[in-house]
């Protein structure tokens, strides 16, 4: 072994030189941690025996400004396990409630999270860096703090498919595999996701600190995320009705976008609302394939409260807790504080139209709004119930129909639907109404693909990488997945597979899991 003065093997050496870098690259500040104290419990990670970096992602590492060929190494699997931590990091584990399925636990919490800290990317941006998976916490309730390596793999997938959709969304930095299993179904490998955030602020993190009625806490809360996240509410006359109304803003939105292209988040409790307006907690989600509103694919949600079309009204009644958790800073009279909340909650519905009607404009290629639009959109989505029909593919079609401004271009849009006749009737309307418009098909053809992606995480897909992953060790569909959904918009013919769904018959009956 190579050794130099001092006795210190040269390796050594080099690693202390490495964290070091590390120190001065990542900058943590831990504002949250310094800022509300009683929302969090200071806690390590678990000791990973082998840690294996696995999946870096290198775009967002310059995002943060760090060093992705340097973490690209066994030296970043040690740190992405938790197992060697730069300087300046402060691992603690965030309280939390949340309604879970309608019911309210008051006390749920980072089970299997840590926080290391934030840092300021290239945009001046504060943004969280935490793990998922690296072990038990106070909050655990009797899980295990673990996770598998397939949820692992299910959230960067998805994470950054959305984050390619253009839809706001945490983001996943690094995976590693533990060199251990985790008992789930059966023995499975464990792993530890390195994920990003605005924040990890919840309108579960309000209803913790209201149900113990600690209002100084409260204040401090809501102040600290208008100063992170909406500082054009500092100074207002009513800061925290108007935290209220920009939270809803967000979230109608957010899900809004969802809608547009089929998502479907799956556990939608008040503990996975983020008050940053990004999506968050990529369970038991999954992007819709055959159109049908009331499309379930978690396990666990055997009521359907998060079906495909309860996403916006599940959306308000997070927020509906959130204006109750805000009661307190909102007067010392309860009446006239509800009075406030209430127009907010009531304009939700109207403002989360205004968003899906925005998208679905763009989708159906119209560029002017129209008292007639919102029916013309929903009787598009009304001829595909009971059709077996695919809803990213429909869109994809209509987008090639439009390339002509007759009927010389709809076969491939006819080819998907096994009764044409309710098509028949809607045709004639939406052909009439772009014609209207002073705008050349090819170019209007052009701005519908650039909004309708042909390659969404299809369900399939996202399961045969994971299963190669896990059963065999092999990352190829998994890179090869990623690959193709970093451009959705754009059409390969190498990749026409990747497009198509499976057949209606084959994915009935398909289920995604939580991972815990």
Known sequence: MLRVEGGLPYSALLLAGYFYFLRIM????????????????????????????????HALAEELGLDAKALDSPEGAQIFSGNKLPEGTSTIAQAYAGHQFGGFSPQLGDGRALLLGEVIDKLGQRRDI????????????????????????????????????????????????????????????????????????????????????????????????????????????????GLLKAVSERQAALIAQWMNVGFIHGVMNTDNMTLSGETIDY????????????????????????????????ANWNLSRLAEALLP????????????????????????????????????????????????????????????????????????????????????????????????????????????????PTQRAQ????????????NHRVEEALAAAVDLGDYAPFEKLLTVLQKPFDEQMALSAYADPVPASESAGYQTFCGT
């Open 283 to 314: 369970g038991p989600c999954a992007f819709m394939d055959h159109y049908n509103p009331a499309t379930v694919f978690s396990s666990i949600d055997e009521q359907g409260r998060y079906a495909y079309a309860n996403q916006p009204p599940i």
């Open 329 to 440: 800073l909102l007067g010392e009279d309860q009446d006239k504080a509800v009075a406030k909340v209430m127009p907010v909650l009531e304009a939700f519905q109207s403002r989360y139209q205004h968003y899906w009607l925005q998208g679905m404009r763009r989708k159906l290629g119209l560029t002017r709004d129209e008292a007639d639009d919102f029916a013309l959109a929903t009787d598009f989505l009304k001829t595909m119930e009971g059709q077996g029909m695919d809803f990213t593919q429909a869109f994809r079609r209509l987008a090639d129909t439009a390339e002509a401004a007759d009927a010389s271009r709809e076969g491939f849009l006819r080819k998907l639907y096994a009764d044409d006749a309710a098509l028949d009737a809607w045709l004639p309307r939406w052909r009439a109404r772009i014609n209207a418009e002073s705008v050349a």
């Open 130 to 241: 935490a793990f998922k998976g690296s072990g038990r916490t106070p909050f655990s309730r009797g899980g295990d703090g673990k996770a598998a390596l397939g949820p692992v793999l299910r959230e960067y997938i998805i994470g950054e498919a959305m984050h390619a959709l253009g839809i706001p969304t945490t983001r996943a930095l690094a995976a590693v595999t533990t060199g251990e299993f985790v008992r789930r179904e059966r023995n499975l490998p464990g792993a530890v996701l390195t994920r990003v955030a605005s924040s990890h602020i919840r309108v579960g993190t309000f209803q913790f600190v209201t149900v113990r009625g600690d209002t100084a806490l409260l204040k401090k809360l809501a102040d600290y995320v208008i100063h992170r996240h909406y500082p054009e509410l500092e100074g207002q006359p009513d800061p925290y009705l």
């Open 26 to 57: 990542l900058q943590f500040d831990n504002s949250y941690a310094r800022d509300l104290e009683g929302l969090y419990v200071p806690w390590k990670a678990a000791e990973i025996p082998e840690p294996k970096l696995i999946k870096l992602n």
């Open 447 to 458: 701005a519908m693909r650039a909004v309708n992606p042909v390659y969404i995480p299809r």
